[in-house]
């Protein structure tokens, strides 16, 4: 099933050029001497300004996938079928750890799904430090003013601009998701992955986090990929992929 929206970007997003590509995606993990395969072999690619939701039940490799697609895990190494990862014209498979470091700091947002805030800062700061990590402790002074605006901005649009001096432990679980998502988007990624960013929300709470999600999306353009379990929020993408023991099982019921 594809599940077609009213969330497409403008029409200036050139629908043809891809953003993401996957391809031969393994994935074996070790728990002690036991191996545990959880991708076999994923190919995906992902439009400029779509919105593809990833399906899945729980360790099917949703979350694996994302992370490699990320920069955060490389895929298993296949002489006879090599795996790639592909940001627009960057294999992140032959890409050193800086580089990495410098693709998560500039091209991509990451929304988990349970925060990761610091809790000793105020949720300005936490969402300021993405533009400090980018910028570098010395770099950061001549880019603070901006990214204090940005924040700001950022907050003010998700509904937090009350809380700005407000600690994590202060707000509600909307509203810490809220701030990281705001985190995610302080360096302006022009790709944001998101793992179950509503999982652990109420319904109603769930709801509005996804309704500022694709309310930004839509103005700023952004290609997005979720992970989810969710088939209501599956439904409201511009495609869903499902991911079934690992493998990629498209709209049609096929396995790729």
Do not use: C
């Not at 990320?70 to 990862?85: C, E, I, Q, T, W």
């Not at 909307?174 to 509503?198: K, M």
Request: no cysteine; charged share 30%.
């Amino acid at each position: 099933m594809v599940a077609q929206t009213n969330n497409s970007v403008n029409k200036s997003t050139d629908e043809n050029t891809l953003k993401m590509s996957v391809r031969s995606v393994q994935k074996t993990y070790r728990l002690g001497r036991v191996r545990v395969p959880v991708l076999h072999g994923v190919d995906l690619d992902v439009k400029s300004g779509e919105w593809v939701t990833i399906l899945g039940a729980s360790g099917s490799g949703k979350s694996t996938l994302l992370h490699l697609m990320g920069g955060l895990d490389r895929p298993d190494k296949d002489s006879s079928n090599p795996a790639s990862v592909k940001f627009e014209d960057r294999d992140l498979t032959k890409q050193s750890k800086r580089a990495l470091d410098r693709y998560r700091a500039d091209d991509i947002g990451f929304v988990f799904q349970f925060y990761h805030l610091l809790p000793e800062l105020s949720v300005l700061q936490n969402v300021t430090v993405g533009s400090m990590i980018k910028h570098g402790r010395l770099g950061y002074g001549k880019h603070r003013a901006a990214a204090v605006e940005r924040a700001e901005s950022l907050l003010d649009r998700f509904g937090l601009s009350h809380r700005l001096k407000h600690r994590p432990a202060e707000l509600s679980g909307g509203e810490r998701q809220r701030v990281a998502i705001a985190r995610a988007l302080i360096n302006e990624p022009s790709l944001l992955l998101a793992d179950e960013p509503t999982g652990n929300l109420d319904l109603k709470t769930g709801e509005s986090i996804l309704e500022a999600m694709i309310e930004h999306r839509r103005s700023a353009g952004l290609t997005l990929v979720m992970v989810t379990h969710d088939e209501r929020i599956a439904e409201r993408a511009d495609r869903v992929i499902r991911l079934v023991d690992g493998v990629v099982v498209e709209e049609n019921g096929t396995i790729s």
